[in-house]
């Protein structure tokens, strides 16, 4: 049989066997709440809880009092983005997101629009990147919060960050990051930055699912209105019983990340070189999707002209890649980061997400280019759109039936 | 998801892929569009008795999308157009065993027959 290769590490990574082991003693061993503070059982877990948080807190180079632990990144960007606007709604009401944010992020914008709240959802330009002329414009009188993401789940994009944070700062706004693609890919660092608020996510650098964090400036002090009810815990900005081992593991991947970023970042990119110029070499008309300069090594989202992503992910089902196709989400559209960036929607269908991580070897990537190869050259041959276009005939001419 | 025995045979084993010259005798059906991820091509070569002698499909499209129109040739080929007319999506969708979601792939094999047989018939006429 032959082996699947796993390169989809933006939808989520492998739990780090070195992670994995520091999390395992906390299971049976040092069960403990801790929360209960009168007892070692309880001591033990909170000195486990405190070590991740102060883990979590330097890899962005924060004070362990400026981390909430959450379930995940989703938790922590609806806590930041409504904790804030619950917070200050008597103040201002006007909070400035980009299109190409996460669901969550779109989502908790809409929930607070339909609670009276202004939204502005900026455009990006065609590499897929903010122009900070047009966000400052966006800025008014009433602006409370940007949030824009530091890395892009789709296209693997990195924002201006710094640039973001003193534009922010400048106008009084608060800046909060969704930075679950970004730990351990790019230098993160909440006061060079100018970061007031930033979410981070466990399965997404290596450590276990089910746990985020979200970082909350305490100098100028950042409050938000707590989303979950209970016992107050996490400052009482987040209620709820910590999970003492997945606590670990974040705090133990969020270390692992930073410490080895230098050289994991090189080797990414020589692996993603190596594949790209392979691919690049034996296809004709193959598009890459977002800036190649601002951009993680990790992330790869090319578009296989003629060749729908869905069809072509059957043709290579030993590799686990992803598709901006519609066919393969329930929704019917194709993806609507690609659309912001002005990708043509029949181009949209025809996008691959490759995603390369860890645990990606040469092997890896040479045998995925192959098969990718082959799969695109058979199902071009077999395209009505790749023989028109191979014809001269501009398909853009001819009125199709949308349906 | 996971899809048929037969969706994968017509996949990876795909019957009649190709063109066909254009002629008198050969009525070509394009149905679908690019935007919508779906687009696929249908030749039919009628003779006289308006029997389909041969047929001829170019997908762009999943996996779904290419097994219908390679199973719609096989099906077609020795049928009269009347026959062939009656095809309906559904004994496409249910020989495919497809999911809901892609219904619209047979509906577009449906379409593909009866675009190729209305091109073969508006030559004649002319």
Known sequence: MTKNIYLDYQATTPCDPRVFKAMEPYFEVFYGNAHSRSHPHGWKAEEATERARAQVAASIHA?????????????????????????????????????????????????????????????????????????????????????????????????????????????????????????????????????????LSGHKMYGPKGIGALYVRRKPRVRLTAQISGGGQERGMRSGTLPVPLCVGMGEAAQIA?????????????????????????????????????????????????????????????????????????????????????????????????????????????????????????????????????????????????? | MAYSKKVIDHYENPRNVGSMQDAPDVGTGLVGAPACGDVMKLQLKINDQGVIEDAKFKTFGCGSAIASSSLITEWVIGKTVAEAMNIKNVEVAEYLELPPVKIHCSVLAEDAIKSAIRNYQEKKEA
């Open chain 1, 258 to 403: 930073v410490e080895e970023m230098p050289s994991e970042v090189l080797r990414l990119e020589g692996l993603r070189d190596l594949f790209l110029e392979k691919i690049m070499a034996a296809i004709p008309e193959v598009y890459i999707n977002g800036s190649m300069t601002a951009r993680v090594p990790g992330n790869l989202n090319l578009s296989f002209a003629y060749v729908e992503g869905e069809g072509m992910m059957m043709g290579i089902k030993n590799l686990s890649v992803s598709s901006g196709s519609a066919c393969t989400s329930s929704s019917l559209e194709p993806s609507y980061v690609l659309r912001a960036l002005g990708v043509d929607v029949s181009l949209a269908h025809t996008s691959l997400r490759i995603g390369l991580g860890r645990f990606t070897t040469k092997e890896d990537v040479l045998t995925a280019a192959d098969a990718i190869i082959k799969s695109a050259t058979h199902l071009r041959n077999m395209s009505p759109l790749w023989e028109m276009a191979q014809a001269g005939i501009d398909i853009t001419s001819i009125r199709w039936a949308e349906h």
């Open chain 1, 63 to 199: 004070d362990p009092r400026e981390i909430i632990f959450t379930s995940g990144a989703t938790e922590a960007n609806n806590l930041a983005i409504k904790g804030v606007a619950d917070f200050y709604r008597d103040q201002k009401n006007h909070i400035i997101t980009l299109k190409t944010e996460h669901k969550c992020v779109l989502e908790s914008c809409r929930s607070l629009e339909s609670r009276g709240f202004d939204v502005t959802y900026l455009p990006v330009q065609v590499d897929g990147l903010v122009d900070l002329k047009v966000l400052e414009a966006a800025i008014t009188p009433q602006t409370l919060l940007v949030s824009i993401m530091a890395v892009n789940n789709e296209i693997g994009v990195i924002q201006p960050l710094a640039a973001i944070g003193a534009l922010c700062r400048s106008h009084g706004v608060l800046f909060h990051t969704d930075a679950a693609q970004a730990l351990g890919k790019i230098p993160l660092d909440v006061e060079a930055m100018q970061i007031d608020l930033l979410s």
